[in-house]
């Protein structure tokens, strides 16, 4: 069978495509509120993208765990204060996993080795890699979606939700559907503080100052202007989100048994 070529795109098109991503997180529903689901061949077709992604080793150290009871749904949404889990189409939750490798190996009469940094390293890279083929493939489609970071909320219950054994670790949710909304088109830091020529360049205060300017309507709240370094404060300055997140991932990276550090 002849695949057709799609990869000839112009330059235009691409950027084109590219510009239409939006972060979504309200989706068409049933009448009475319930999910409004993919049909059989469209979400064959995410996740085989999803299973055509990048791996390192040709390991493939992820996991998708595909959320379907309404129950589970439910209780994933208020796990990660997400509440369009239980809404979205189809919902999904990105997990590194190395387990299955080291009972491969296992199953082929050897053992797994001691590499726990490196099972997050790669683990996550898989599972980012597959996660974002699978929402490129629904937004191919017509569909829209949303990255969910908020699984960091309550890793433990997540863990027993999913019955998550050792060697796998949640990073993020993913959520796709019918746009029920049209966010406008978010902004992105200026490229030259993106991409670096041969060596890492660290951008002038000028430059930094320059980008929460370009940065700030993605912080804007109803009539209210945006505030960036406000947002970037909250989540990452001292006693933001990020610090109050990172005993929880230290506890559940060694749970996981995918902690390196000295105990």
Known sequence: MTSPDLRHLSADQVRTYFD?????????????????????????????????APTDATAQLYSIIHLVSPQ?????ARMTTNPH????????????????????LEASGSQGGHWPAVAVHFGIGDAVLAGQNLLTAAEMLGYQGCWIGGVLND???LIDLLALPQGVLPFSALTI???????????????????????????TPEELRGAVEVMNPIAARRDEPGDWARLLRAYFGPGGGMEKREPALEAALQRQGLWG???
Not at 72 to 76: D, G, K, N, S
Not at 85 to 99: Q, W
Not at 193 to 201: G, I, M
């Open 177 to 203: 559907g019918q746009a029920a909304e049209q966010p406008p088109l978010r902004p992105r830091v200026p490229r030259p503080l993106v991409v670096h020529a041969d060596a890492y360049r660290d951008a």
């Open 72 to 76: 589970v749904r439910a209780e994933a």
């Open 20 to 52: 239409g991503h939006r972060t979504v997180r309200q989706y068409v529903t049933q009448e009475d509120g319930s999910p409004l689901r993919l049909s059989a061949d469209h979400l064959d077709a995410v996740l085989h993208a999803a299973q055509r």
């Open 155 to 157: 890793l433990d219950g």
């Open 85 to 104: 889990i239980a809404t979205a189409s189809e919902a999904f939750v990105l997990c590194a996993d190395v387990r299955r490798v080291a009972r491969t």
């Open 261 to 263: 550090a000295q105990a």
